[in-house]
């Protein structure tokens, strides 16, 4: 028997036995989705980057400890809080129709705002605000409806609300001489368990910002989301090790990486809301970012910023829905798909250039990458490589050649030693990236 049939078996077995779930069964629908959708919304979209007429720089949802907005103040926001125009369904059905398989949405932020009705905590949307419905519980619907996974963004440590929260120096002084177990207890730890027992299966907490998180502190979080939801990943800044690595934001490694990661990144520039912020990616970033991540071994969590009425911006909406119409299509070369064997398209470092530490830079090669199924190499063209594609090191034979775009319209190879040579149509078939399917036999 291979082995990917023995550990599916396991699997199974583990699962009906009740036994804990192996980390790779955890890990499948993860490893399985590689494109997700965040979302960062809370109190500060009605500021969206401005203060008292003043414009403040820095990502949006940090404006409180940007601007150095006292508590009493910025709890004002809660009673102007009311997203009328707010549609589960519709931010959802943003996300189908991107090609995302899951979305992780901010139920607290630093600000301490609790977006969903918390009992931990009376600063919450549904007793705070006007609105008075919890946008939590209707998303948790929604993604069950539309069989999209949901996750938390959960800030642990910082919470400017609380005096012993961490982060907040402006109302309540350094750090080191807060309680921060007292908060912990009172607070952070409710309120997870809550997250964990009301809204259905968690597919993911997304913790943010370990500061003053230590062993011990991190661990009972993880007793607990083990203890409430054994299948809930965990990610990589909890304070210590989660089920996947979290990347810096918007930081794609320059080569493969192994092991489960993720990269979270913005479409523009802010994570919340900024009514100037208006540097839009383009779908052909956007797409090239995907593969990219994609062909490196790693997850893409694209996130889009509400407005304080309930809407996403329309540039963000235009921009994923061309990312989902390029997936229709190639999105075979995507979902469940594994790295590229190669390297050498990824880029090479310059040895001539040194960065401001004095290393080699790293310069990018952007022609083409390749992500792999058993049996199966697919070439993302970025640049249309003219009359035929050619591969070296190539040690497999390829049996057939076609694109995604056109499965019957086979393409002509020829494989002399390890060079492979693909005759292509004149034209690319998609302005994003024209995927090349390659079968491939051992030889
Ligand atoms: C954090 C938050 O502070 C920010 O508001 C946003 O939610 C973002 C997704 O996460 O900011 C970080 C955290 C870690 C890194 C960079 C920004 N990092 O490791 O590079």
């Known amino acids: 028997m291979k082995l990917s049939v023995v550990c599916a078996a396991l699997a199974v077995c583990s699962l009906a036995g009740a036994q804990p779930l192996s980390q790779d069964a955890k890990m499948k629908w993860f490893r399985e989705a590689k494109f997700g959708l965040f979302i960062h919304w809370g109190l500060y979209a009605i500021p969206a980057g401005e203060w008292k007429g003043q414009a403040i720089p820095g990502i949006g949802e940090w404006i409180m400890n940007r601007a150095k907005i006292p508590v009493k103040e910025y709890e004002g926001l809660a009673s102007q809080f009311n997203p009328v125009k707010f549609n589960a369904d519709e931010w959802v059905k943003l996300a189908e129709d991107a090609g995302m398989k899951y979305i992780v949405i901010t139920s607290k932020h630093h600000d301490g705002f609790a977006m969903y009705g918390s009992k931990a905590s009376s600063y919450n949307i549904v007793d705070a605000t006007p609105f008075k419905r919890d946008p939590i519980k209707e998303l948790a619907a929604a993604c069950a409806r539309r069989k999209i996974r949901l996750g938390f963004y959960y800030s642990q440590a910082q919470d400017w609300h609380e005096p012993n929260g961490a982060g907040n120096s402006w109302d309540f002084g350094p750090d080191d001489k807060k309680d921060f177990d007292q908060y912990l207890r009172t607070k952070a730890e409710p309120q997870v368990r809550e997250l964990l027992s009301g809204y259905g299966p968690v597919c993911l907490i997304w913790f943010d910002t370990p500061y003053l998180m230590n062993k011990e502190r991190s661990q009972r979080f993880i007793d607990m989301v083990h203890q409430l939801q054994p299948a809930t990943l965990i990610d990589g800044r909890l304070g210590s090790a989660g ?65 304080a009425e309930g809407v996403i911006p329309q540039p963000s909406q235009t921009n994923l829905r061309a990312v989902g119409k390029w997936l229709k299509v190639n999105g075979e070369a995507i979902y469940g798909a594994g790295p590229t064997p190669f390297g ?100």
């Open 243 to 307: 089920d996947y690595r979290s990347m810096g934001d918007n930081a794609i490694p320059n080569n493969v990486v192994e092991g489960y990661w993720e990269v979270p990144a913005t479409l523009n520039r802010t994570w919340g809301y900024k009514k100037d912020d208006n540097e839009w990616k383009t779908p052909e970033d956007l797409t090239f970012k995907l593969v990219d991540i994609v062909s490196k071994g790693g997850n893409y969590l694209l996130n889009v910023g509400p407005t």
């Open 344 to 443: 050498d398209e990824l880029g090479a470092t310059d040895k001539t250039r040194t960065d401001k530490n004095g290393r080699p830079v790293f310069v990018p090669a952007t022609a083409w990458r390749c992500t792999t199924k058993p049996g199966r190499l697919y070439i993302h063209l970025f640049k249309w490589p003219g009359a035929s594609f050619e591969l070296n090191g190539l040690k497999d034979k390829v049996i057939k050649a076609y694109l995604l775009s056109n499965r019957r319209g086979t393409l002509k190879v020829k494989q002399v030693g390890d060079k492979l040579t693909v005759a292509l149509p004149r034209q690319p078939a998609d302005p994003l990236a024209t995927v090349l399917a390659l079968e491939t036999r051992a030889n």
